[in-house]
């Protein structure tokens, strides 16, 4: 999904890409989500779940300019890039 201020994808249970420090980035489960590890973010998750409607990996952002690493063990994943 796509509008004015923000892109919504569905991740590769393994995901790398460069952004500039500040990013605003939001991890969205569908359903439930295991296995959660990032780095490069202001709030990284260590082997840990996002279930929606209970605990989402909203309003974190990139740490500072580089790569941010998501993978995941199991479930679906989306991933929220804002720009507004």
């Avoid at 004015?4 to 952004?19: C, G, P």
């Avoid at 709030?43 to 740490?63: C, K, M, P, V």
Wanted: aromatic share 10%; proline share 4%; net charge negative.
């Amino acid at each position: 999904m796509l509008d004015d201020h923000s892109r919504i994808f569905l991740l590769d249970q393994t995901y790398e890409k460069w952004y500039p420090a500040k990013t605003p980035l939001s991890l969205i489960p569908v359903g439930t989500v295991s296995g959660i590890r990032t780095s490069g973010l202001t709030y990284n998750l260590s082997d840990e779940s996002l279930q929606i409607g209970y605990r989402t990996g909203s309003s974190n952002e990139a740490a500072q300019d580089g790569l941010v690493k998501i993978s995941y063990t199991s479930g679906d994943l989306l991933l929220m890039e804002c720009w507004d």
